[in-house]
Protein backbone atom coordinates (compact mmCIF):
# COMPACT_ATOMS: atom_id res chain seq x y z
CA UNK A 1 0.00 0.00 0.00
CA UNK A 2 1.29 3.65 -0.84
CA UNK A 3 2.14 5.22 2.22
CA UNK A 4 0.61 8.73 2.99
CA UNK A 5 2.56 11.99 1.62
CA UNK A 6 2.18 15.30 3.66
CA UNK A 7 1.24 18.03 1.72
CA UNK A 8 0.56 20.87 3.67
CA UNK A 9 -0.37 21.52 7.73
CA UNK A 10 -2.27 24.76 9.39
CA UNK A 11 -2.92 25.96 12.89
CA UNK A 12 -6.20 25.94 13.71
CA UNK A 13 -7.55 29.58 15.25
CA UNK A 14 -7.96 29.51 18.73
CA UNK A 15 -6.02 26.91 19.93
CA UNK A 16 -7.92 24.39 17.61
CA UNK A 17 -4.94 22.32 17.19
CA UNK A 18 -2.87 21.48 13.94
CA UNK A 19 -4.74 19.66 10.92
CA UNK A 20 -2.66 18.31 8.20
CA UNK A 21 -3.67 17.60 4.63
CA UNK A 22 -2.42 14.25 3.03
CA UNK A 23 -2.14 12.56 -0.31
CA UNK A 24 -2.08 8.68 -1.19
CA UNK A 25 -2.46 8.22 -4.81
CA UNK A 26 -5.66 9.97 -5.02
CA UNK A 27 -6.85 9.96 -1.87
CA UNK A 28 -6.76 12.65 0.20
CA UNK A 29 -7.35 13.26 3.68
CA UNK A 30 -7.48 15.93 6.45
CA UNK A 31 -5.96 14.90 10.02
CA UNK A 32 -6.17 16.87 13.47
CA UNK A 33 -2.44 15.77 15.17
CA UNK A 34 -3.01 13.64 18.19
CA UNK A 35 -6.69 13.30 17.33
CA UNK A 36 -7.01 11.48 13.85
CA UNK A 37 -8.75 11.54 10.58
CA UNK A 38 -10.98 14.69 10.44
CA UNK A 39 -12.26 13.61 6.79
CA UNK A 40 -11.51 11.69 3.60
CA UNK A 41 -11.89 12.15 0.37
CA UNK A 42 -13.38 8.56 -0.15
CA UNK A 43 -16.11 8.86 2.51
CA UNK A 44 -18.36 12.18 1.46
CA UNK A 45 -21.90 10.70 1.21
CA UNK A 46 -23.37 12.31 4.08
CA UNK A 47 -21.80 15.64 3.18
CA UNK A 48 -23.52 15.49 -0.33
CA UNK A 49 -26.56 14.50 1.04
CA UNK A 50 -26.39 17.99 3.42
CA UNK A 51 -26.73 19.94 0.30
CA UNK A 52 -29.23 17.78 -1.40
CA UNK A 53 -31.74 17.11 1.23
CA UNK A 54 -31.79 20.35 2.26
CA UNK A 55 -32.28 21.59 -1.60
CA UNK A 56 -35.44 19.03 -1.52
CA UNK A 57 -36.54 21.02 1.35
CA UNK A 58 -36.63 24.20 0.18
CA UNK A 59 -38.15 23.56 -3.57
CA UNK A 60 -40.88 26.27 -3.10
CA UNK A 61 -37.76 28.79 -3.11
CA UNK A 62 -36.84 30.21 -6.51
CA UNK A 63 -33.88 32.25 -5.64
CA UNK A 64 -32.68 31.17 -2.29
CA UNK A 65 -29.37 32.62 -0.46
CA UNK A 66 -27.04 29.90 1.54
CA UNK A 67 -24.37 29.77 4.13
CA UNK A 68 -22.32 26.93 4.32
CA UNK A 69 -19.95 26.73 7.64
CA UNK A 70 -17.43 24.63 7.19
CA UNK A 71 -15.68 24.36 3.69
CA UNK A 72 -13.83 20.89 4.17
CA UNK A 73 -13.08 19.23 0.87
CA UNK A 74 -15.66 20.84 -0.80
CA UNK A 75 -18.10 18.33 -1.25
CA UNK A 76 -20.87 20.11 0.46
CA UNK A 77 -20.39 22.97 -1.61
CA UNK A 78 -20.25 20.80 -4.90
CA UNK A 79 -23.07 19.37 -4.11
CA UNK A 80 -25.33 22.42 -3.13
CA UNK A 81 -23.93 23.77 -6.57
CA UNK A 82 -25.41 20.65 -8.59
CA UNK A 83 -28.93 20.70 -6.50
CA UNK A 84 -29.47 23.70 -6.08
CA UNK A 85 -30.67 26.35 -9.05
CA UNK A 86 -29.07 28.58 -11.03
CA UNK A 87 -29.93 31.41 -9.03
CA UNK A 88 -29.00 30.41 -5.69
CA UNK A 89 -26.16 32.66 -3.57
CA UNK A 90 -23.93 30.60 -1.95
CA UNK A 91 -21.36 31.96 1.10
CA UNK A 92 -18.83 29.81 2.52
CA UNK A 93 -17.46 30.47 5.77
CA UNK A 94 -14.34 28.71 6.56
CA UNK A 95 -12.25 29.69 9.68
CA UNK A 96 -8.72 27.98 8.34
CA UNK A 97 -7.36 30.26 5.68
CA UNK A 98 -5.11 26.99 4.54
CA UNK A 99 -8.18 25.00 3.85
CA UNK A 100 -9.52 27.53 1.14
CA UNK A 101 -6.09 27.39 -0.26
CA UNK A 102 -6.24 23.74 -0.11
CA UNK A 103 -9.64 23.80 -1.72
CA UNK A 104 -8.35 26.21 -4.55
CA UNK A 105 -4.98 23.66 -5.51
CA UNK A 106 -5.16 19.70 -4.75
CA UNK A 107 -8.67 19.73 -3.41
CA UNK A 108 -9.79 21.57 -5.70
CA UNK A 109 -9.76 18.67 -8.99
CA UNK A 110 -11.69 16.21 -6.50
CA UNK A 111 -14.89 18.28 -6.27
CA UNK A 112 -14.93 20.52 -9.39
CA UNK A 113 -13.36 23.42 -8.40
CA UNK A 114 -16.63 24.80 -6.87
CA UNK A 115 -15.02 28.10 -4.89
CA UNK A 116 -14.66 29.17 -9.07
CA UNK A 117 -18.26 29.29 -9.30
CA UNK A 118 -19.21 32.86 -9.62
CA UNK A 119 -22.41 32.11 -7.30
CA UNK A 120 -20.12 31.19 -4.48
CA UNK A 121 -18.84 33.55 -1.96
CA UNK A 122 -15.98 32.92 0.69
CA UNK A 123 -15.49 34.98 3.95
CA UNK A 124 -12.25 33.66 5.46
CA UNK A 125 -13.41 33.73 9.33
CA UNK A 126 -15.38 32.18 11.92
CA UNK A 127 -18.85 31.18 11.08
CA UNK A 128 -20.48 32.14 14.43
CA UNK A 129 -19.53 35.52 13.64
CA UNK A 130 -21.67 36.02 10.13
CA UNK A 131 -24.62 34.73 12.71
CA UNK A 132 -24.28 37.26 15.21
CA UNK A 133 -24.37 39.97 12.73
CA UNK A 134 -26.75 39.12 9.91
CA UNK A 135 -30.55 39.02 10.47
CA UNK A 136 -32.84 37.60 8.43
CA UNK A 137 -30.12 37.05 5.75
CA UNK A 138 -30.53 33.34 4.23
CA UNK A 139 -32.53 30.51 3.27
CA UNK A 140 -30.88 28.41 4.37
CA UNK A 141 -28.06 27.82 6.62
CA UNK A 142 -25.44 24.39 6.68
CA UNK A 143 -23.38 23.71 9.04
CA UNK A 144 -20.64 21.39 8.98
CA UNK A 145 -18.42 22.91 11.54
CA UNK A 146 -15.94 20.64 13.31
CA UNK A 147 -17.78 16.50 14.16
CA UNK A 148 -21.32 18.15 15.39
CA UNK A 149 -22.05 18.80 18.74
CA UNK A 150 -19.77 16.87 19.85
CA UNK A 151 -16.28 18.33 18.63
CA UNK A 152 -12.85 17.43 18.08
CA UNK A 153 -10.77 20.79 17.24
CA UNK A 154 -12.12 23.75 18.72
CA UNK A 155 -13.62 24.45 22.37
CA UNK A 156 -15.32 27.51 20.66
CA UNK A 157 -17.47 25.56 18.25
CA UNK A 158 -19.25 24.87 21.34
CA UNK A 159 -21.39 28.29 21.20
CA UNK A 160 -22.83 27.18 17.60
CA UNK A 161 -24.42 24.42 19.13
CA UNK A 162 -25.59 26.23 22.35
CA UNK A 163 -29.04 27.77 22.99
CA UNK A 164 -27.02 31.13 22.10
CA UNK A 165 -25.95 29.91 18.86
CA UNK A 166 -28.84 28.17 17.79
CA UNK A 167 -30.83 31.44 18.46
CA UNK A 168 -28.67 33.62 16.37
CA UNK A 169 -29.26 31.28 13.88
CA UNK A 170 -32.55 30.97 13.89
CA UNK A 171 -32.66 35.04 13.79
CA UNK A 172 -30.25 34.87 10.52
CA UNK A 173 -32.87 32.83 9.02
CA UNK A 174 -35.60 33.86 6.57
CA UNK A 175 -39.35 32.27 7.49
CA UNK A 176 -39.42 29.03 6.55
CA UNK A 177 -36.00 29.27 6.09
CA UNK A 178 -33.74 26.12 7.11
CA UNK A 179 -31.03 25.33 9.46
CA UNK A 180 -29.04 21.96 8.46
CA UNK A 181 -26.55 20.51 10.88
CA UNK A 182 -24.27 17.65 10.12
CA UNK A 183 -22.88 15.70 13.13
CA UNK A 184 -20.67 12.07 12.73
CA UNK A 185 -23.44 10.77 15.38
CA UNK A 186 -26.68 11.45 17.53
CA UNK A 187 -27.14 14.16 20.33
CA UNK A 188 -30.67 13.89 22.30
CA UNK A 189 -29.50 17.18 24.09
CA UNK A 190 -28.85 19.04 20.87
CA UNK A 191 -32.22 18.08 19.69
CA UNK A 192 -33.99 19.30 22.33
CA UNK A 193 -32.24 22.54 22.19
CA UNK A 194 -33.26 22.74 18.54
CA UNK A 195 -36.94 22.86 19.83
CA UNK A 196 -36.73 24.85 22.93
CA UNK A 197 -35.30 27.59 19.98
CA UNK A 198 -38.72 26.93 18.33
CA UNK A 199 -37.32 25.31 15.34
CA UNK A 200 -39.50 21.83 13.44
CA UNK A 201 -36.75 19.48 13.81
CA UNK A 202 -36.45 16.59 11.97
CA UNK A 203 -33.33 13.99 12.41
CA UNK A 204 -32.38 11.95 8.93
CA UNK A 205 -29.55 9.27 9.49
CA UNK A 206 -27.49 9.00 6.41
CA UNK A 207 -24.29 6.85 5.27
CA UNK A 208 -20.94 8.40 4.89
CA UNK A 209 -20.32 6.89 1.30
CA UNK A 210 -23.49 5.67 -0.37
CA UNK A 211 -25.49 2.82 1.04
CA UNK A 212 -21.61 1.47 3.00
CA UNK A 213 -19.79 3.63 6.26
CA UNK A 214 -20.97 5.54 9.08
CA UNK A 215 -23.70 6.20 9.93
CA UNK A 216 -24.05 10.28 10.73
CA UNK A 217 -26.60 12.49 11.28
CA UNK A 218 -28.41 15.26 9.91
CA UNK A 219 -30.41 17.75 11.81
CA UNK A 220 -33.44 19.80 9.40
CA UNK A 221 -34.59 22.31 11.65
CA UNK A 222 -36.77 25.17 10.02
CA UNK A 223 -37.91 27.99 10.70
CA UNK A 224 -41.69 28.58 11.32
CA UNK A 225 -43.23 31.33 9.28
Not at 138 to 165: C, H, Q
Request: with cysteine.
Amino acid sequence: MRPWILLDSATVPGGGGELRLYQRGEEFSIKIVGRGELMNSRMHGSEDALAELTCARLAACPAPRLLIGGLGMGFTLAAALQYFPEQTEIVVAELVPAVVTWNKGPLGTLSGQPLANPRVSVRAMDVARILETEEQAFDAILLDVDNGPEGLTRKENDWLYSMNGLNAAYAALRPQGILAVWSAGPDQNFQQRLHKVGFAVEEVRVRAHGKKGARHIIWFARRPA
